[in-house]
């Protein structure tokens, strides 16, 4: 198998990297580089907007740095059946002279120092349900406030889980992790102490964002939850903040353009990415605000086309729907080498093969609202039946460059020997690692649906969340809140018209959607974090099939159990009980509900119990198949360590 072939079928550093590395670059990214002696005017945090992901272990591994690299940690991404490891945002800075262009990573040599604001605000928002945007196709559901009861005055303080700012500087600072001084922590009720993470920076001074454990309390006695996503009481130990950073110039300080942290939810397909991707989603909005241009070159099939096809393909390993679409969208394998060859090929004669793909494809505007389209998920209008945006499609620029492709109108550059020797950061040209960083920590997030989403949600893609590009020539840099508070009053419900406008009389506050303090994206999400994560799975229709799904490379859905996959393994079965155990899939959230003694096997029960058996999920990675077994890829993805679904054994007390 040719080194291509190899890659885009996944390796054990991470799935078809080389195939996606030059799409982390945007247009408005200078490629020629700085020349030597260049002065550097001027400094910027990357990524842009990065997440770190919350976990019970010890143990940690970097969030990816290269679009499509996601190399599996020694041991696996968990510490065993039940210790679930932390995935932890890096942050670098990068120096740019007076055209725009990188001159240089920044580190501790330049007096680098860090800064960083996060908080948890969850408690003190509104009640969410559906993303607030959708007009009348999927109109925005009021909500009142969470923890009504407690009064304008105490909410700051009983609501807001709020550290402050935590500075850090120097090179390996706090190693271990263990020094207090730079422990992200605060309270909630005012009596409950709360760890949102600690900072660390690397043995160049680069920062090291930890998130909190994945906790989840309520301050109040007999306080089960009962909803998917508010719930009085209660709190976790998400947050989301500003990353500031200066460094030392010739003698001048300077303060570089800031970054976003999120510290959210483990990703349980860590290895596979969303069809819509954060990235896609947040693009659109740069798109709008002037900060990205439109493309009007040549489509780049190895850029533009290929990561959607491979995603759409990567969803059989994580949904049902997808594993069984051959049946219904009568397309091959897209991860399949030589079906992506003939995709490959801009010839006349392969533009039906093309077209067909193209049609697989839920067109993007609410006029295609067909159940056995692709993606095969369901979209911000579920609430309403015949909504226009019932179902996710690809965005309108994914579309596009489909559309482009179908055409004929691309270029055929599968084969890139420089693009293949990418494995990490250090191997891309230094002009094009700030934006890959971007893109990389994005691209590995749902962009859709955001109902209420499962990291962060809809504001994402407004252009009204960002600088403007007077404030900023770089993309995805949030807009920086100035209210005195971290409390934002919009009156006594959150509905679409206030959501933009803000409050009438609190016009210094700004609205929800604009610039952001610490804690602003997160707040949207379910409280606490586990039961959202539980309830978004599929939704059973009245046609039967195919069953629409939520976000499976987040939260997979029907999975090929490592005991099955050890099965299909064995040379002394036939390879008839040997297929079968391959075309097996089970549910993911198996035993969550629970049975058995004093377990209802209810949804609200599952709500609660996922409070506990979060740490217990198993994770879906790339494994390699037995070779022998016609039909059965080389690669396969498996879910692996999962730990025992029962509260009552093998478990010490709390």
Known sequence: MKRRDFLLSATAFGFAAPTLFKAAVLPLQAQEPAPAGARIVRAA?????????????????????????????????????????????RFRVYGYDDQGRVVRELGAADGLRWSVHVANSKAAWYGYSNAMDGGTDAPGIPNALRNADIEPALREEMLVI?????RIDGASKNADGRDQAYRIAGRFWKTIPVTLGHLRTDDAGRLLVFPGDGVSNTALPQNPVRDFTNNDGWHDDWCDGWVKASVNIGGADIDCESAWVVCCGPKFAPQIE?????????????????????ASGPVSFRQD?????????????????????KAWSDLDDLTDPSVVKTLADPSEQMRPTREKVLAAFRKPGGSDQRANALPPMLGDGVNFPGSPVGWLTLTATQYAMLARWAKGEFTNDFNDAAADAIGKLDDLPLSQRPEALTRAALDACSGGAFHPGVEITWPIRH????????????????????????????????????????????????????????????????????????SCQSVQTAEGFPTPVWWPALLPVDVLPEGFYAQ???????????????????????GAAGTGLHVEAGYTDGLRRMIELWTQMGVVVRRS??????????????????GKMSLATDRKPT
């Open 305 to 325: 086309v290929l990561p959607v096809l491979r995603r759409a393909g990567l969803m059989q390993w994580i949904a049902q729907a997808s594993y069984l679409s």
């Open 45 to 89: 945090v990357f990524p842009a907007i990065g997440f770190s992901r919350v976990g019970n272990g010890d143990q940690w591994f970097l969030a990816p740095e290269v679009p499509g690299l996601m190399t599996e940690p020694e041991g696996g991404f968990k510490q065993g059946p039940n210790r679930v490891k932390k995935q932890v945002q």
């Open 274 to 294: 969303p069809i819509v991707s954060l990235y896609d989603a947040a693009r659109e909005a740069m798109i709008a605000s002037g900060h990205i241009k439109p």
């Open 463 to 534: 252009a009204g969340l960002y600088r403007s590009t007077t404030e900023t020539p770089l993309p995805f840099r949030i807009a920086l809140s100035k209210r005195k508070t971290l409390v934002q009053d919009v009156g006594f419900q959150l509905n679409p018209h206030n959501v933009f406008a803000g409050h009438p009389t609190k016009r210094d506050d700004g609205a929800p959607v604009g610039p952001q303090a610490p804690g602003d994206l997160t707040r949207w999400m379910g409280v606490p974090w586990q039961g959202d994560a539980f």
């Open 568 to 590: 299909m393994l064995r040379k002394d079965l036939s390879p008839e009980d040997r297929m079968r155990f391959y075309h097996a899939r089970v549910a993911w959230s198996r």
């Open 162 to 166: 709020n550290p402050g700012e935590v």
């Open 625 to 642: 198949g037995p070779g022998d077994l016609p039909g059965v890829p080389k690669d396969i993805y498996v879910e692996v360590q999962r």
